[in-house]
């Protein structure tokens, strides 16, 4: 019967689809993000002053030198791989990262930034854009979640009415 009932109340229009789309614009955009490795020289180092200014030299000369100073000096995440941290969205960087990378450049190195966990320098790998998924695509995944909320609401509903024109008897023998 419920079967009965999704089939009867169930449709989703192309017009809904696309209201669907326009309405929630933030739900089709990938994020940009950020290809990032890094460098991070912990707070307790005793020689900070002589790392930073020995990192700053080498990759003001060279900066393809990165990973060799990561596995060198960073305590970091990454560090004995070279400093490679990974991709990320640029809106989930820590305040301190995010300020130091204004308008980040691919193959460019920044730093030192200073944070609690320590002094860091960072290398952009790549930059990512943030891109709109196009109408065309996202369709089947709207007409989906539209259909899906369609059916619990029926559902709810046709379980409602069952329960308010439920007659129950009991019988009891004799």
Same mark, same amino acid.
């Given at each position: 019967? %419920?079967?009965? !009932? ?13 209201? /669907? ?19 991070? %020289?912990?707070?307790?180092? !005793?020689?900070?002053? $002589? +790392? ?5 030299? $080498?990759?003001?000369?060279?900066? @393809? ?25 640029? @809106?989930?960087? =820590? ?25 860091? #320098?960072?290398?952009?790998? +790549? ?7 196009? #109408?065309?695509?996202?369709?089947? +995944?709207?007409?989906?979640? %539209?259909?899906?909320?369609? =059916? ?5 509903? /046709?379980?409602?009415?069952?329960? =308010? ?10």
């Amino acid at each position: 019967m %419920l079967f009965r !009932q999704y089939n009867l109340h169930v449709t989703v229009s192309p017009r809904d689809v696309h209201d /669907y789309y326009r309405d929630h614009p933030d739900e089709f955009m990938q994020p940009e993000t950020l290809e990032l490795s890094m460098i991070l %020289l912990a707070p307790d180092r !005793q020689d900070m002053d $002589i +790392a930073v200014r020995d990192i700053e030299n $080498i990759l003001g000369r060279d900066v @393809s030198r990165f990973g060799e100073l990561a596995r060198r000096y960073s305590s970091g995440p990454g560090g004995g791989g070279g400093g490679r941290i990974g991709t990320i969205e640029r @809106s989930r960087l =820590r305040p301190e990262f995010a300020a130091a990378l204004v308008d980040p450049a691919p193959g460019k190195w920044y730093g030192p930034v200073k944070t609690p966990d320590g002094t860091a #320098f960072l290398l952009v790998e +790549a930059r990512h854009h943030a891109v709109e998924t196009k #109408f065309e695509t996202a369709v089947p +995944a709207i007409r989906a979640k %539209l259909e899906a909320e369609m =059916r619990k609401e029926v559902k709810r509903r /046709y379980v409602e009415m069952l329960r =308010r024109e439920a007659v129950i008897r009991y019988f009891f023998p004799e």
